[in-house]
């Protein structure tokens, strides 16, 4: 332990280090702040008001609409989003007179927002399909996810799907518990929103961090000291390891928990019991999870691609040498999936679906349609990629010792 922790104080000695670490921190505090003064709440005057203050008010306003959405309730929000359109505030000109008529459904937007993606285009949101709806329709709210899913899988998702897919989706959305219980999650849908960016600058972060733990002896001419030590290649090169190790763990937990500190202690941790079709950010997923199920598997997953694209640098690191080369790699393996994935190939997009990447941004792959079918057992990308990397992790741990260990000294 004594030799893995001088191996940490190692890396935080070089000032490149020390900066990136500050820049970390600051980055981490600054989505959480960012985050929390997105949200704003609109008082009875049409004024905005942001931050802690507006967090609490919205959810205040959303708490009289908490429940079962029943047939009942829907169509209660549907009639009093009616009485609202037809307001001398929603029909003015004047902004100031339309944001008071905005502030007078806040506390039911979130239903609303449900409403237009299941009676609206399943490929295209329509914010104001749900002002088209009467109180009627609400007795089909359930019916429609189906048949919404269904058209868009026949029709413009055709070629995409095998049938055994479509039924696939089909029964997950079949399967959704009814009626799903609302509660707002405003916390919680912020942080979801923010974790993909946050988890992708931390992965880049620990990689530069342990980049330099395996060339290091080499930039500064003692590799042949360090070797011909009698623990040189055994535990020596086992403490480099664990070093790299807790430096991309520390730094990934320590920055999450921060940030989800910030932004659920600041917003609440309300509806974290609700099921992600409950809120419009997971209403048309096919993974049927609560709330903080979906926190759980983006810490997990962040953490596992943290620590993958950690492990692939100090891979590089040992067998090149090069801490600038072992930076790049990870760095250009996360950048380039993303570039790749706006050609809208379906073929491609199935693989771009299981690359390590998606580990950083799991709330994404929560809300894609990327299926795989194993001798007629279809699973989603997320199943796959939650075992092959963390199995892929304990596999590198050995190679990158194997490979340090017989270096040859020049």
Request: proline letters at 3%.
């Amino acid at each position: 332990m004594a030799v893995v922790c001088y191996e940490i104080r190692k890396v935080f000695l070089r000032t490149g280090s020390q900066i990136a670490a500050a820049i970390c921190a600051i980055v981490v505090i600054l989505f959480g702040v960012m985050s929390v003064n997105s949200i704003f709440f609109v008082d009875d005057q049409g004024n905005h008001i942001t931050g802690i203050q507006g967090a609490r008010l919205l959810a205040a306003a959303k708490e009289p609409w908490e429940g079962p959405l029943t047939a009942e309730r829907l169509a209660l929000v549907i009639e009093t989003n009616q009485k609202e359109n037809a307001s001398p505030q929603a029909l003015s000109e004047d902004i100031t007179q339309n944001n008071i008529s905005y502030g007078r459904k806040q506390g039911y937007s979130d239903i609303l927002l449900l409403l237009s993606d299941a009676f609206g285009d399943f490929s295209y949101f329509d914010y104001y399909a749900a002002d088209r709806l009467t109180a009627d329709d609400a007795d089909n709210f359930y019916r429609q996810r189906v048949l919404s899913l269904t058209e868009w899988l026949y029709t413009k998702a055709d070629s995409r799907f095998s049938p055994a897919e479509k039924e696939f989706l089909i029964q997950q959305f079949e399967n959704v518990r009814q009626p799903l219980y609302y509660a707002a999650a405003d916390g919680w849908d912020q942080l979801f929103y923010t974790a993909p960016s946050l988890i992708t600058v931390l992965a880049i972060m620990c990689g530069f961090l342990v980049s330099g733990i395996f060339s290091c002896e080499k930039q500064w001419k003692c590799d042949a000291v360090f070797f011909s030590s009698f623990h040189g290649r055994k535990k020596a090169c086992k403490a480099k390891i664990g070093a790299g190790v807790a430096i991309a763990t520390i730094i990934y937990w320590a920055s999450m928990l921060l940030c989800s500190g910030i932004i659920l202690g600041c917003m609440g941790a309300g509806g974290a019991n609700t099921m992600i079709q409950a809120q419009f950010f997971g209403s048309d997923s096919f993974y049927n999870i609560t709330v903080w199920q979906e926190f759980f598997l983006i810490l997990f997953g962040g953490y596992a691609g943290c620590l993958f694209f950690s492990l692939l640098a100090m891979l590089v690191s040992a067998k090149s040498g090069s801490a600038i080369f072992a930076v790049t790699i990870p760095f250009i393996l996360i950048l380039l999936p993303q570039f790749l994935s706006n050609m809208e190939i379906p073929k491609l997009d199935r693989l771009l679906g299981i690359l390590p990447d998606q580990l950083l941004s799991v709330s994404l792959v929560l809300g894609g349609y990327n299926l795989y079918d194993f001798s007629g057992k279809i699973v989603g990308a997320l199943p796959i990629l939650l075992v092959v990397y963390p199995a892929l992790c304990l596999v590198l741990l050995p190679v990158i010792y194997t490979i340090y260990k017989k270096t040859v000294v020049r």
